[in-house]
């Protein structure tokens, strides 16, 4: 049995930062890829990132160059900083993970948490 669970999400101000932490179980050896996803009000699923034992990382056009993703094998962890944070950002941010490489498409990942809210007020 597989579980994500995120945490670090909040009211923050245009602006400003908030960190994000996703704690992976069960068969996690087997995730190549970790991502962050997010949905905002009346949005479809948008990609945000991605890291990728064997691709590196990866960002959606939206946030390259403010957030930044890592991972703790060790920890099975994986985090999300969010800089310079928009109204835009406002989503609930979900962490998911794939057996395969580095992909934006949803639909290559197998394993999702509930997802943490982020809200920016302007």
């Known amino acids: 049995q597989v579980q994500l669970v995120e945490s670090g999400g909040g009211l923050v101000q245009a602006g400003g930062s908030l960190g994000l932490s996703c704690a992976a179980s069960g068969r996690t050896f087997t995730f190549d890829t970790m991502g962050w996803f997010r949905q905002g009000p009346g949005k479809e699923r948008e990609f945000v990132a991605a890291?990728?034992?064997?691709?590196?990382?990866t960002y959606g056009d939206s946030v390259k160059g403010r957030f930044t993703i890592s991972r703790d094998s060790s920890k099975s962890m994986v985090y999300l900083q969010m800089n310079s944070l928009k109204p835009e950002d406002t989503a609930v941010y979900y962490c998911a993970a794939s057996l395969g490489g580095a992909t934006i498409d949803p639909r290559f990942y197998a394993y999702w948490g509930q997802g943490t809210q982020v809200t920016v007020s302007s």
């Open positions: 890291i990728s034992r064997t691709d590196g990382d």
